[in-house]
């Protein structure tokens, strides 16, 4: 560093004595000011003295709190997500069962909610990845409770219950199959549907969180049930390597779960044992379970009861079942959307058939389009107002007026598909032609409504340009059908 000049270092000498003498003078300041006080309040009456005393100590604890609140934040607790309510969840079913959509499994889980809970029994999900010793816990936990414990993953294939007794409290264990199997994605929901009807989860690991096992984690608590993280088989580390991970596990997720506790659940262990003449033979034995801090905290959690944990696990299954009623509520609407698509596509091909064809121009029909634009935004719960439907008419004209000749020879394969088709009227092709175009633009238009919640013109109009390209041959069949039963019956 090159050495500062000697003006400049006076320069920093004289500042920094400027900067000491005017500390040194508020210091001075402060100091009798406090002195003045001091003399002033011992003139007061004893009661006046004491209530100044009084306000000087709490604005000096007061301060002292909100400096150790700032520096000791409260751990963010997670927020619980937003659940719908029984009400709304039972009128979504009867809507869903109004569209014939199949509700079986929905009400099955309804049922089984009310069960639970008229039936008080406190209910513990075991959840954590293939083999971390989930059964073994139960049976540590539950000693005559028979859970099938095995050294190949993936041993328990569905959820078991086993039942017992906390204190007073009637207990029910779910042994949920392990996540992370490899081609258990089937079972791996059928664990997490588990752990969502459960009051409590257990999430049992064998040794630090992988980034999938961290979110799975996450994703539980964020239903804002009780969850603690068991580090089983801590027989398997040294004292430091142990330590090491419960602290670590501790840090990293103690405003996610409850307790992060440390357990041994079971399985074996080797020893040499000696022999009267000598030998020395190797022993194995099971190992003598340590669950001792987890039976605390479930004996804990089960004396606030099953009740008082009961609205949490109400929202936790109310929130899964709107999830699916979602999913069913998606599956109707395409359905709907289909018998609408092709409901216009068969009037488009009777509608070109019998009327008198307006030659080769595929001009598109006003009246049948905007009807079917407007059938979808209903459907997919578009309004009106937002369908710019005149404007979005004249886009597809131009695209389909650009694509005539590719539509027109798509609809030529269609009829050498149909031999038969070839020697009814000349109108025929420009039948097909127009079924072809209404099929597209009903896709088009579903599919933009459905991914986007409104009519993006440039999205569907491309959507539709490369729909109007589509030759499959099943397409091109069913759109040619359409034509053909509709001459056959014109014939008759
Ligand atoms: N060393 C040791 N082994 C254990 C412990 N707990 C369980 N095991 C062994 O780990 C293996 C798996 O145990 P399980 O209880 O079947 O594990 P799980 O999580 O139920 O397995 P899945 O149902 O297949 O997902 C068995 O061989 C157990 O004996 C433990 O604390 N220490
Ligand atoms: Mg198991």
């Not at 029984?86 to 069962?97: A, F, G």
């Not at 506790?261 to 074996?268: C, D, F, K, T």
């Amino acid at each position: 560093m090159p050495k500062a000049s000697r003006p400049l270092r006076l320069l920093l000498i004289a500042v920094i004595a400027l900067a000491a003498a005017a500390l040194l003078w508020a210091l001075l300041g402060v100091l009798s000011g406090a002195i003045s006080l001091w003399q002033a309040l011992r003139d007061l009456p004893l009661w006046a003295q004491t209530g100044v005393y009084t306000l000087i100590a709490a604005a000096v604890i007061g301060m002292a709190w909100l400096a150790w609140r700032i520096l000791h934040p409260r751990p963010r607790k997670v927020a619980p997500v937003a659940a719908p309510t029984r009400v709304q969840i039972d009128q979504r079913v009867t809507r869903l069962n109004e569209r014939h959509a199949d509700t079986a499994a929905l009400q099955a889980e309804l049922e089984e909610l009310d069960r639970r809970a008229r039936s008080e029994e406190f209910h513990v999900a075991v959840f954590g990845e293939i083999s971390a010793g989930k059964s073994s816990l139960i049976r540590a936990l539950l000693p005559d409770a028979k859970a099938q414990a095995d050294v190949l993953g993936g041993t328990t294939r569905a959820v078991a219950h086993y039942r017992g007794a906390l204190g007073d409290t009637a207990l029910v264990f779910a042994d949920v199959p392990g996540t992370h199997e490899v081609a258990g994605a089937a079972r791996e929901q059928l664990a997490r549907d588990e752990a969502l009807r459960a009051h409590v989860v257990l999430y049992v690991c064998a040794g630090d969180l992988t980034r999938d096992q961290d979110t799975e984690l996450r994703w539980l608590r964020s239903f804002g049930k009780p969850l603690l993280l068991a580090l089983n088989k801590a027989d398997q580390f040294h004292d430091g390597e142990r330590n090491a991970l419960e602290r670590a596990l501790h840090e990293r997720y103690r405003d996610v779960t409850d307790a992060q506790l440390v357990v041994s659940a079971g399985g074996g262990e080797s020893f040499e044992r000696q022999l009267p003449d000598g030998r020395r033979e190797q022993v194995r034995r099971e190992r003598i379970p340590d669950v001792a801090p987890l039976h605390a905290w479930l004996q804990r959690l089960a004396t606030r009861g099953a009740s008082q944990l009961e609205p949490a696990r109400e929202a936790a299954v109310l929130t899964a079942i709107g999830a699916r009623a979602d999913a069913l509520e998606g599956a109707a609407r395409e359905r709907e959307a289909e018998a609408v698509v092709t409901k216009y596509t068969k009037r488009a091909v009777v509608g070109a058939l019998a009327a008198v064809l307006p030659g080769s121009d595929l001009v598109i029909q006003g009246v049948l389009a905007t009807a079917l634009v407007r059938e979808l935004g209903k459907l997919y719960a578009v309004p009106l107002r937002d369908l710019d439907i005149d404007g979005f008419l004249s886009q597809v004209r131009l695209t389909v007026r650009t694509s005539a000749s590719l539509v027109l020879a798509i609809a030529g394969n269609a009829l050498k598909a149909f031999p038969g088709l070839g020697t009814l009227g000349g109108g025929v092709l420009h039948a097909i032609a127009y079924g072809l175009i209404f099929d597209s633009l009903g896709h088009a238009v579903a599919g933009t409504l459905r991914d986007q919640r409104t009519l993006d013109n440039a999205a569907a109009t491309q959507s539709l340009a490369r729909l109007l390209a589509d030759t499959s041959a099943e397409r091109l069949r069913r759109i040619a059908a359409y034509a053909l039963q509709r001459e056959t019956d014109l014939d008759n």
